[in-house]
């Protein structure tokens, strides 16, 4: 179970590696999205102080979300 507080709300599902352990992400893949998110980013204008935030919030999130090797 993960308790994570996002302003006034308290996320309590399940982890990031409960929730994606079963989907074995490989690393190929997760680079294909984080390339797509960029686009994204990218597409609307985001500057880069807070698209650097949110990649370094996404990256921070990989080891549990990605299977070894792969
Ligand atoms: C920053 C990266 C990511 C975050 C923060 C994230 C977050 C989440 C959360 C909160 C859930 C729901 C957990 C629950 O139901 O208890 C979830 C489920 C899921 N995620 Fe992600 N995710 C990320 C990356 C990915 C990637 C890269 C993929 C696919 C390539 C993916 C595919 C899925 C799928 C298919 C589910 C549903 C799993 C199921 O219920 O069987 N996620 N994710």
Redesign the pocket.
Known sequence: MAFMVAGTRQYQ??T?KE??A??N?TPR??DR?VTIFKEILAKHKLPATETQELLDI?ES?KAD?VVSGG
């Open positions: 599902g399940r990031m929730s994606h079963h989907l992400i893949e997760w999205m996404v999130t979300n």
